[in-house]
Nanobody, 115 residues
């Protein structure tokens, strides 16, 4: 059974930074791709950043140059460093682990950016 637990969200002023973490249980973390998604009220969930099992990354255009996704396979942890935050980044942020058989989601962590 895989469990994902996000942390690191909070309230920050525009221009500030936060670092999200996603701790994974189980032994399949290092061999599968993972991603960060976000969902704002009234909007669909969207991909923010993705990282392959080998560390290849890609980002939504809206966060390129400001957010950095990384993973520490030894710690079974996924990270999202968010800099130069904007009010439009306000959302619940979720991590996702993708396996050939199933997707796993965390419970989400709230990020609120004040102007």
């Amino acid at each position: 059974q895989v469990q994902l637990v996000e942390s690191g969200g909070g309230l920050v002023q525009a221009g500030g930074s936060l670092r999200l973490s996603c701790a994974a249980s189980g032994n399949i973390f290092s061999i599968n791709p993972m991603g960060w998604y976000r969902q704002a009220p009234g909007k669909q969930r969207e991909l923010v950043a993705h990282i392959s099992a080998f560390g290849r990354t890609n980002y939504a255009d809206s966060v390129k140059g400001r957010f950095t996704i990384s993973r520490d396979n030894a710690k079974n942890t996924l990270y999202l460093q968010m800099n130069s935050l904007k009010p439009e980044d306000t959302a619940s942020y979720y991590c996702k682990l993708t396996t050939p058989l199933s997707d796993y989601w965390g419970q989400g962590t709230q990020v609120t950016v004040s102007s």
